[in-house]
């Protein structure tokens, strides 16, 4: 069964800022590192970036102008990204990390203008 529900993604300018949220089990949430991860069709899906069930976040390459948060308490986490580039163009998954083997259907982000 899929544990995460994904939101928040739109079509956006580049420049701009979205706001992605995740919602999952507080159970999952309270002994879980998390993590946001995208895929574009025809690509392997990457991680965006993590953070650690007491809250440490941890970037990548891909990540530099974002911000994760969690909130282990209402089972939710959230992806803020700003300085948004058509490279960022992608279907955005949260789960833990090391990922499980359910995945929820993420949410489309587009750049462009």
């Known amino acids: 069964q899929v544990q995460f529900v994904e939101s928040g993604g739109d079509l956006v300018q580049p420049g701009g800022s979205l706001t992605l949220s995740c919602v999952g089990s507080?159970?999952?949430?309270?002994?879980?590192?998390m993590a946001w991860y995208r895929q574009n069709s025809g690509t392997e899906r990457e991680l965006v970036a993590r953070i650690t069930v007491d809250g440490r976040p941890h970037y990548t390459k891909y990540s530099g102008r974002f911000t994760i948060r969690r909130d282990n308490a209402k089972g939710t986490m959230s992806l803020y990204m700003r300085g948004m580039d058509p490279v960022d163009t992608a279907v955005y998954f949260c789960?833990?990390?090391?990922?499980?083997?359910?995945w929820g259907q993420g949410t489309q982000v587009t750049v462009s203008s």
């Open positions: 507080t159970d999952i949430f309270s002994v879980s590192h």
């Open positions: 789960n833990t990390w090391p990922a499980g083997a359910e």
